[in-house]
């Protein structure tokens, strides 16, 4: 064996070279390919004053009913803007599973200083679920509830916070389930409500040719009639969809007479509808558009993954009475 031996010269890199930057290595950051670039080192010096204070919490209310939202979720809060707030929810106790024959509306109200002690009651007389609740002083505090197999059921109060709930069973054709309920309009009179009608599984039958039609109806006294009742939007019926399903919409608290609602769900455009007029006449924005109309999961043939909303919603208008929409 023969050991060769070699003197080099060490070369010297240029100024030029040595003041490059060095690029890192993209690094495998669980088990996804990312560019160092993106990678931070954590800031050692973290002082009190930049992490989150802990949230006042307290138990307003206890339900063992679980399924609070089959997608969106109603209206369950109120804050009356001078420190007091109502809150509602779908209550139930466990020892009457799986039926739940007590299901109805939790309630509670915080008064500024408290919340009251709650109790373990619905505040309607029959099976109900899924409340909207709202406020106006010439309206009063009003919620309005899911009834399986009937109309949504309403009950009302002059005073938020204490008295006798007045309930009302909606009697209009045909019966509408789910509802969502807000208070507007110039004078804080007029109550805006959507629902959809029974589907199929759920032992309806179709309406207008869809299997859960999505129905208008409107009050401007508070209530206590309806000038409107189960009104189809024509941007909304069977030539453009199918059908709705439960809850898969949501409902904004108006600012004066501009009123507005959003809907989308599995294979269906997100949808924003408004009105400026206190719900006479509306307008249909798409916000996302699904590429295939009229869709029927057990039948029509898709050849790509398409983006699709997942039905849950929310919306909010501003002080402008612009619309502004989130959505899964």
Not at 55 to 76: A, F, H, K, M, T
Not at 176 to 191: A, D, E, F, H, K
Request: charged letters at 15%; hydrophobic letters at 30%.
């Amino acid at each position: 064996q023969s050991l060769f031996l070699s003197a080099q010269n060490v070369v010297q890199p240029s100024a030029a070279i040595a003041n490059q930057k060095q690029e890192k290595a993209n690094i495998n950051y669980g088990g996804v390919e990312v560019s160092a670039k993106l990678l931070r080192t954590p800031n050692p010096y973290v002082t009190a004053t930049s992490q989150a204070a802990d949230p006042n919490e307290e138990i307003i209310g206890e339900s063992e009913y679980d399924l609070q939202s089959n997608s969106s979720v109603q209206n369950r809060i109120v804050n009356h803007g001078d420190g007091t707030i109502s809150a509602v929810w779908t209550f139930g106790a466990s020892n009457a599973s799986p039926s739940f024959p007590g299901r109805g509306t939790g309630y509670n109200y915080f008064d500024g200083s408290d919340w009251a002690t709650f109790s373990n009651q619905r505040i309607e007389s029959k099976r109900t679920g899924w409340p909207s609740v709202d406020y106006s002083s010439s309206a009063g505090e009003v919620v309005v509830s899911h009834l399986f197999m009937e109309n949504p059921i309403k009950s009302s109060r002059s005073t938020k916070g204490s008295g006798t709930w007045n309930e009302v069973e909606f009697t209009d054709v045909p019966s509408t389930s789910w509802p969502r309920m807000v208070i507007g309009g110039q004078n804080g009179n007029t109550l805006h409500q959507i629902a959809i009608t029974l589907p199929d599984g759920n032992g309806g039958t179709p309406y207008q040719g869809q299997d859960g039609a999505l129905l208008y109806s409107r009050s401007t006294d508070g209530g206590q009639s309806w000038d409107i009742e189960n009104q189809a939007f024509t941007d909304l019926d069977s030539s453009n969809y199918t059908g709705f399903s439960a809850d898969a919409y949501a409902m904004a608290k108006p600012k004066g007479d501009t009123v507005a609602f959003v809907i989308g769900d599995n294979f269906q455009d997100v949808v924003l509808m408004k009105s400026t007029d206190n719900g006479q006449n509306w307008t249909k924005t798409v916000i996302q558009q699904f590429p295939y109309p009229l869709f029927d999961e057990t039948s029509t043939l898709v050849l790509d993954t398409p983006m699709s909303c997942d039905g849950s919603l929310a919306i909010t208008l501003d002080n402008d009475g612009d619309a502004h929409v989130f959505f899964g």
